[in-house]
């Protein structure tokens, strides 16, 4: 079954840290990986976006890592703001069907001052 | 320069109604999907559609929900006799033709049965 798996639920951290977000995926044959940002009441916004090949993709202080042997992503996200407050979806694109798009459950972060 | 605009923000319906949820997609995309995503839940996939064409539809109920994406205006996800386990935020999102393009979100449509 095609499944992406995302840790830990919930993260709370002081405004100005870092914090890293997992991401494991049993999606095959694999396309791609995005990382997207859902704020409360929002729309999903794309964060970055890997193919196979990458391993790594950087957006402002947003950093993805891309492990495909091991089929695992994180999400760094460095010197937090209070913006950073949001959920953070993987999603795998299965390239056996389409543009489909398999969602992890998300990591819903809390930037605290 | 608009990106994906679905209307309307909130909708709240009787049990037994109907339910249209609109979707323009961005300039230029061709591609839409809608997806639903209950409360405390994940996005799950819907339907898939290009323009006149359903793509796939695999994730959608085989009763009450249908999909269509004219050659003109919207794409509209239609819910007939609406239950109350439809209340969810639909969100639709589109893409060009490029599968490695990421698909731009709207801000969803909020379904509320009473």
Not at chain 2, 54 to 67: L, N, T, V, W, Y
Request: proline content about 5%; aromatic content about 8%.
């Amino acid at each position: 079954k095609n499944q992406v798996e995302q840790s830990p639920q919930s993260l709370i951290i002081l405004e100005g840290k870092n914090c890293t977000l997992q991401c494991n995926y049993t999606v095959s044959p694999f396309s791609n990986l995005r990382w997207y940002k859902q704020d409360t009441g929002r729309g999903p916004v794309s964060l970055t976006i890997m193919t196979f090949s990458e391993n790594t993709k950087s957006n402002g202080r947003y950093t993805a890592t891309l492990d495909a042997d091991t089929k695992q992503s994180s999400l760094h996200i460095t010197a937090s703001q209070l913006s950073d407050s949001a959920s953070y979806i993987c999603v795998v694109t299965h390239k056996a069907a389409g543009n489909k798009l398999t969602f992890g459950g998300g990591t819903r972060v809390l930037v605290k001052p | 320069n608009a990106g994906v605009m679905q209307n309307p923000r909130h909708l709240v319906r009787r049990r037994g109604q109907e339910a249209r949820l609109r979707c323009s997609p961005m300039k230029g995309h061709s591609h839409v999907y809608w997806y639903r995503q209950l409360p405390e839940e994940g996005l799950k996939f819907m339907v898939y559609l290009q323009k006149e064409n359903i793509i796939d539809e695999s994730g959608m109920p085989k009763e009450r929900f249908s999909a269509e994406f004219p050659k003109e205006g919207p794409s509209i996800l239609r819910i007939q006799q609406v239950v109350r386990g439809d209340s969810a935020a639909y969100f639709c999102a589109s893409s060009p033709s490029d599968s490695n393009q990421p698909q731009h979100f709207g801000d969803g449509t909020r379904l509320s049965i009473l």
